[in-house]
């Protein structure tokens, strides 16, 4: 590989010598190089904290960008190449994108604040939708906020319609967080692009419902499985009553051939640090060849559904508009 100013220039299978002027670098028979990686769930102004909801909702803008830009430089060093941020505070992680050069980051596909319902999930994250890359959507409830749960939906089909109908007017990829069992059927129906965990949550534990799974697979959705737990840490308890569940749905969606790309949530909670666990977490679930499925769903899989994870390279100017100054939010014990 003949790399020049930190650009690849050249790849030869051929055995051909170097050119005279590089300086050569050999890492033996047992060497190997990879792509950068690609994490399509992550949370760069989360702090991975015992109380990373306050951190976020509360902090000054300062301390959570510094949050961002020091995650940001976690994931790079972890050979996370590209990352897809799916919440921030005050579009905090457009800014970081601004003020960082891309070689000293990973490239950033961003969608700013989420749109959840009054006193939903991520409520407290605010902001109005201009500049993103991608538009997520709370479809349903979550485990973070104390007003929220798993087990709702938040929005109708109309609702959920519209908001897909109006990212892809502007050029704009949808993507849905969705744990409850019925919201999914909901989720799919809308069209969204991605859909983010795709637990099957259900009071009782997991139901998964093969007919929708065929649907995505059908559809062409990706998936993108939140596997971000650190080897040894405990999971949280929404995850722990349902693990082996859980573990039986992964393997069952990756055994339908739905097209899946690897998303850690980095930042939410103690347990999921900035780095790329997941993929020895795949091999734990579904018992096949780590380095082989894991790494295609962190890097080609992941290539291939570019369109669906950002936003197309031609899309609508954004629109931009004035907002007051945010003030940090009181929040209500967690649960």
Known sequence: MLVEDGVIRDVDFTGAPPPQHA?????????????GL???HVHLCWDAGTDAVAHVAAGDRDTVLETARASAATALRAGITTVRDLGDRDYLTLELRDLVPPTE???????????????????????????????????????????????????????????V??????????????????????????????????????????????ELLDEVVRRGIVISLTLGMVPGSPPPPA????????????????????????????????????????LGEL???????VVGFGLRSATAVAAEADGRLRAPLHRAPARTCDRPERQPVSLPPRL
Not at 23 to 35: A, H
Not at 248 to 268: F, H, N, Y
Request: with cysteine; net charge negative.
């Open 23 to 35: 300086t050569v670098t050999d890492f033996g028979q047992d060497g190997w190089l990879l792509p």
């Open 38 to 40: 690609v994490d399509a």
């Open 105 to 163: 980051r990973p490239e950033i596909v961003a969608a700013g604040p989420p749109i959840t319902t009054r006193g939903g999930h991520c409520h407290f994250l605010g902001g109005e939708t201009e500049g993103a890359d991608v538009v997520r959507v709370m479809a349903s409830g979550g485990n973070l906020t104390p007003s929220s749960s798993p087990l709702q939906q938040q929005y109708g089909r109309s609702d959920l319609r519209l908001v």
């Open 165 to 210: 109908a109006e990212a892809h007017r502007l050029g704009l990829a949808a993507a849905a967080h969705v744990h409850a069992a019925e919201a999914i059927g909901d989720v799919i129906d809308a069209g969204f692009d991605t859909i983010e965990h795709f637990a099957f949550f259900t009071a009782e534990g997991v139901g998964l419902r093969p």
């Open 239 to 278: 995850v722990a009553a349902r693990i082996e569940a859980m573990q039986d749905l992964v393997g069952k969606v990756i055994a339908s051939g739905a097209r899946v790309v690897a998303g850690t949530d980095a930042g939410i909670e103690p347990y999921i640090k900035g780095r790329h666990p997941q």
């Open 283 to 289: 091999g734990q679930c579904i018992g096949q060849d």
